[in-house]
C-alpha cells in the first residue's frame, strides 16, 4: 500500500513536534474513561486534506502515548501505513453499507503482540459494519513492529452514499 505524501508529512510533523502549540491539560479519554494528561501538542497541516469523494476520511489521530516514546518505539513510516490500512479496510466495508456517522478506533500496540482494538461510534454506523471492521482490523497478519508500548486513537468520519456526514464526534 502506498503512503500518501500529504498524510505521511503531517504525522511526520505531528511527531517531530515542529509548529506546534503546547498546553498541559487533560485528555477525556472517551472509550475508556480515563484523561490522560500531558504537554499537549496541537498540529495542524498546512494544507488540510479536504477529501469529500470519499465515503471515510481520517478526521484526527490522537495520540495517548508520548510523543518522545513514540519516536523511539515505531518508525513514523510503519506508524502512517498502519494508519491508512485502518482507514483503507472501513472504506472497503463502508462501500458495502449505507451507514453513516462516526467511527473512533482505539489501538493499543505491545512488542510482540498482537495490537488490541476498541471501537466507539456516534450516527448511523451498524453493530453488523462495528463487528465487520472490528474482525478486518483484529486480523491484520502484519501489524508494525513496536519497542515499547504505543497507543493511539483513530477518529474516522463515514460519510453516507451522497457524500454527507450526519451524526456527531464521538463523546
Known amino acids: 500500500m502506498r503512503i500518501s505524501c500529504q498524510f505521511l508529512a503531517i504525522l511526520t510533523l505531528a511527531l517531530l513536534q515542529t509548529a506546534a502549540f503546547a498546553q498541559t491539560s487533560a485528555y477525556k479519554n472517551p472509550i475508556d474513561g480515563k484523561d490522560y494528561i500531558a504537554d ?22 490522537v495520540l495517548l502515548t508520548a ?8 518508525s513514523v513510516e510503519s506508524l502512517a501505513t498502519y494508519i491508512e490500512q485502518l482507514e483503507a479496510d472501513l472504506l472497503d466495508l463502508a462501500s458495502e453499507y449505507g451507514d453513516h456517522g462516526k467511527v ?11 495490537p488490541a482494538h476498541k471501537l466507539a461510534h456516534d450516527g448511523s454506523i451498524s453493530t453488523d459494519l462495528l463487528q465487520t471492521y472490528y474482525d478486518k482490523v483484529a486480523s491484520i497478519e502484519d501489524p508494525p513492529p513496536v519497542i515499547g508500548p504505543v497507543s493511539f486513537q483513530l477518529y474516522m468520519v463515514v460519510r453516507d452514499i451522497s457524500g454527507q456526514l450526519e451524526g456527531k464526534a464521538p463523546k
Do not use: F, G, H
Open 104 to 114: 473512533l478506533l482505539q489501538v493499543e500496540m505491545e512488542p510482540e503482540q498482537l
Open 40 to 61: 499537549w501538542e496541537t498540529y495542524e497541516p498546512e494544507t488540510p486534506k479536504n477529501d469529500v469523494e470519499s465515503r471515510v476520511a481520517i478526521e484526527k489521530v
Open 67 to 74: 510523543q518522545d516514546d513514540v519516536d523511539k518505539r515505531i
